[in-house]
């Protein structure tokens, strides 16, 4: 009995984007911790707030607010010409959405800049554009796309020069910090890998606030210490501002007439 025979696929936009990911994020010292935070007051906070913002805006403004009391978490490394570090003033942090491109579907990257600072609708409007608006009206798709048109060496040399020069390159366009995860496929990434010094992610979030947090860090720019302080800050902004932003979003009672 002969086995039925598969067919070939196509090269997609969306695994050339992922090899190029995978090619500059390999090889990195990786260092990987994390913290139960356990939320009671924010899941109750979050599910009366109007409009009310996901879980992933929620976390990801923790995260920004970790990284700017734990300044070690807004640092990157540049190898050419010199080794050397760069603080960064402020966040960049790199987020990840699916979408379906002609060839099938694909990863894309876009940025928010300064999220520890920006409202919790905004940050959730800001995901909604992301996941839903026309791929041609965000710059940052319309980029990463531009690049992945070009011959393997010249985008290869283009995602080189953007990570290993100049801190400001690496800062604008391929940001300070990513966040990335896929609880809402069902699972969670244990292991990330990006060209980027930390990596956030999280699992799961149960009704009573539960959720299990990982910062990923590349070990060359800091130390497990400090990863671990960040968790602490992000847990701490979790149940200080993020709480009291929540209630004040809070649906007015209505009163009886």
Not at 29 to 46: K, N, W
Not at 55 to 66: E, H, I, N, Q, T
Not at 75 to 101: G, I
Not at 223 to 235: I, K, N, S
Request: with cysteine.
């Amino acid at each position: 009995m002969s086995l039925p025979r598969g067919y070939p696929l196509t090269w997609s936009v969306g695994r050339r984007i992922v090899a190029d990911i995978l090619h500059f994020g390999n090889g990195i010292p990786r260092v990987t911790v994390e913290r139960t935070f356990r939320l009671p007051e924010v899941a109750a906070a979050r599910r009366v707030a109007e409009p009310r913002p996901g879980w992933y805006p929620v976390l990801l403004k923790s995260f920004a607010l970790a990284a700017m009391a734990v300044p070690e978490l807004r640092r990157s490394l540049s190898t050419f010409p010199t080794v050397r570090l760069h603080q960064h003033a402020c966040n960049v942090a790199a987020l990840t959405a699916e979408r379906q491109l002609p060839d099938g579907p694909a990863v894309l990257i876009f940025h928010i800049r300064c999220p520890e600072i920006l409202p919790l609708p905004e940050l959730q409007a800001r995901f909604e554009q992301a996941r839903s608006a026309p791929i041609q009206s965000m710059g940052d798709y319309r980029r990463l796309l531009r690049i992945n048109r070009l011959p393997l060496p010249l985008r290869r040399l283009v995602w080189w020069i953007g990570l290993r020069i100049s801190a400001r390159w690496r800062e604008k366009y391929f940001g300070t910090f990513g966040a990335t995860s896929v609880v809402s496929a069902g699972g969670s990434i244990i292991t990330p890998i990006a060209p980027l010094p930390v990596i956030w992610t999280f699992g799961p979030v149960d009704d009573h606030g539960t959720v299990v947090v990982r910062l990923t860090f590349d070990h060359r720019v800091l130390d497990g210490v400090a990863a671990a302080r960040g968790l602490v800050e992000a847990e701490r902004a979790l149940v200080g501002p993020i709480l009291a932003e929540l209630r004040s979003l809070a649906r007015p009672l209505r009163t009886a007439v």
